[in-house]
């Protein structure tokens, strides 16, 4: 039992450990900016879905929260190294938000499909897809502009970043899911 109870705290040590990075990479991901317009092109995004499918939903979950905390607590690690809860009432705010349910959703719908690559690019799909259903409404309301437009600026032009974010992170996870879930290649 004792052998039990040290291996739970080992696990959840490095867990913590991996959701911290995470939270870290996210934040990184916000400083690789390309600023196009009301919303900015980064690597927040990619390493969300990274979270998502090497932490699972508690940790990726946990990770992208304490991301958002920092955020809302004054440290500048949204895009363009900006900081605080104004952000989210900006035209970014639904993306951000958007992460966190993404996390989850993605790692739900990986664990369920067993964790292969075509359960895990279609979970990538489906989070990315909640990121814009919270984000583009959003952009619409916070700017006023019609969605059409709100599509056309917040969506259209990520879309084939997104697909090269997905298709780069197939081999990470394929490489990195061993080391995190602690289990030899």
Known sequence: MTENVITDHSTQLR??????LFAALVAVGAFIS?????????LQNFFVLLAALLLGPR???????????????????FAGGTAGIGRFMGPTGGYLLGYLPAVFVTAWLSQKGGRRV?????????????????????LKIVTGMPL????????LPFLIGDALKIAAAVPVVKALRPIVQGRKQ
Do not use: E, N, Q, R
């Open 34 to 42: 390309i600023p196009i317009g009301p919303v900015p092109i980064v």
């Open 148 to 155: 059409a437009k709100a599509i056309t600026v917040g969506m």
């Open 118 to 138: 075509w359960t895990d690019i279609t979970a990538m799909i489906c989070g990315s897809l909640i990121v814009y259903g919270c984000g583009v409404p959003w």
């Open 59 to 77: 940790w990726g979950v946990a990770a992208v929260g304490v991301y958002l905390l920092a955020g809302i607590c004054g440290l500048p690690v």
């Open 15 to 20: 867990m913590t450990v991996y959701a911290s």
